[in-house]
């Protein structure tokens, strides 16, 4: 019987040139990355722009929320009596007023998830977490170069892992969704932010006609059957205007949701798993 042939181990990557090159520049973009603090400020900066849009719309929401309030009451105040049209000031108003006061808590909600974001952040900038990143990477360096057993380098390679997830997870996190928004959302904020202004000073405009005209009938005497009927037919008008505006307003509120639940929480989340998968996919690698 001739001799059972035996499969040619693979030669190990270790010690090559072009591993110890490439372990020098990771070693070497590792220790500029934790010290520069390149990434930690560009990181800080996107989250304070975050949240700064955040709670300017936050301030939007509240200050639309209660100029909706005051035409509710006002126009419930000088809603003429008897008054034969289908819809009352009211029932027009409620439906708006309870979709910003929603609108007012999702920003809250987004404002709450980059404070969190921002202190994972601090978390992450935390000295003490360069230090045992440091740390991390010169024993790894000294285990490649002292070649001891593949269970040493492969334990020293996860420990090194985990320390390079705590100190840059959260900022690389915090860049990516930004880079999202700078590529996709960006232009929808911009548009919706403008619409939203423009409809609430044209309500105003439109609440301050209103009570401008009520206050001239008042003043005048014009009562009767023909000003009842003109008030009747302001008011239908008021009423219809009042609709096209909410209309549009409805659809640039639930834009800036879908901008901000995005940015702040779909994003994120969905980063942090990426990050977790690749992670705990090099946690399994043990190199032979």
């Known amino acids: 019987m001739g001799k059972k042939e035996q ?6 990557p270790f010690g090559t040139p072009r591993f110890w090159v490439l372990a020098a520049l990771l070693a070497g973009l590792i220790t500029t990355l934790s010290w520069t603090g390149w990434v930690d400020r560009s990181a800080q900066e996107q989250a304070q722009s975050m949240l700064t849009r955040a709670l300017v719309t936050y301030a939007v929401a509240r200050s639309l929320n209660g100029v909706i309030s ?3 009451e006002t126009e419930v105040a000088i809603q003429p009596a008897g008054v034969g049209v289908k819809l009352a ?5 409620d439906p708006v007023n309870d979709l910003i006061e929603q609108f007012s808590w999702v920003m809250l909600a987004s404002a709450a998830s980059l404070g969190i ?3 994972m952040l601090e978390i992450s900038q935390w000295p003490g977490m360069t230090l045992v990143l440091l740390t991390s ?8 170069i002292g070649r001891p057993a593949n269970r040493w380098r492969a334990t020293a390679g996860r420990v090194l892992l985990l320390a390079l997830f705590l100190r840059f997870a959260a900022p690389c996190v915090m860049l990516a969704s930004d880079a999202v928004y700078q590529l996709f959302l960006d232009p929808v904020y911009v548009e919706a932010s403008a619409q939203i202004g423009q409809t609430q ?3 105003t405009d439109l609440h301050q006609q209103a009570t401008e005209e009520a206050q001239s009938e008042e003043d005048s005497g014009w009562t009767g059957w023909w000003g009842r009927t003109a008030d009747q037919f302001r008011l239908s008008e008021r009423i219809e205007s009042y609709q096209a ?3 549009e307003l409805t659809e640039n509120v639930v834009e800036l949701v879908a901008v901000f639940v995005l940015q702040t929480i779909v994003l994120p989340l969905l980063f942090l798993w990426g990050l977790l998968k690749l992670w705990r996919q090099l946690w399994r690698w043990s190199p032979e």
Do not use: D, H, K, Y
């Open 245 to 247: 505006l909410f209309a």
């Open 70 to 72: 005051v035409i509710q």
């Open 89 to 93: 000031p009211g029932e027009v108003l």
């Open 201 to 203: 000073s044209e309500l």
């Open 7 to 12: 499969t040619p181990t693979p030669p190990s």
């Open 117 to 119: 974001q921002r202190l």
């Open 137 to 144: 990477l010169a024993i790894w360096l000294a285990v490649l």
